[in-house]
């Protein structure tokens, strides 16, 4: 009875961060259907769509949720796309083992390209630290696109 008023009144302790491996990362501009890519503009304003996709492994036992990824995001010179900004993205949770990820970023129109990352890696947490979506939650067009790329087996 004590031990439940306890646990009732303090909470459960704070979630313990996991950091994860990440390879295979490439970044390719969104597909040219995607609403996102704005393929009609024609001089550099707004900003551009690009794809950032990857592998990140999770070698325990149980997922790791919440997952961020955090990295830099380069342009052909190496500097920085967006300088005050390493967190690129959340991939939600990650079953144990290896997991395909892909993620949509506004880079600034007129980047001059091909860019590239450094430092990619990937942390979560042990138990839930954001409001979980619910079950009929639908993906954004690009996130769907990306998911069904990601079935496709490797060429």
């Known amino acids: 009875m004590f031990l439940g008023l306890l646990i009732l009144l303090c909470g459960p302790g704070p979630a313990a961060a996991t950091d994860l491996k990440v390879s295979e990362v490439v970044i390719e501009p969104c597909p040219a259907d995607d609403l996102g890519s704005q393929p009609e503009l024609v001089r550099p304003s707004g900003a551009s769509c690009w794809a950032l996709r990857g592998v990140v492994v999770n070698p325990g036992a149980k997922p790791v949720m919440d997952t961020d990824v955090f990295g830099l995001i380069l ?77 496709l087996p490797a060429q």
Request: avoid cysteine; hydrophobic fraction near 35%; glycine fraction near 12%.
């Open 75 to 151: 342009d052909a010179s190496g500097e920085p796309v967006l300088p005050n900004r390493t967190r690129v993205g959340s991939i939600g949770d990650v079953p144990p083992g290896s997991s395909s990820f892909a993620l949509r970023l506004a880079v600034p129109a007129g980047t001059p390209g091909p860019l590239g990352t450094r430092s990619v890696k990937a942390r979560g947490f042990s138990s839930p630290v954001r409001t979980r979506a619910g079950i009929d939650d639908e993906l954004l067009p690009l996130e769907e696109a990306l998911s069904a790329s990601d079935d």
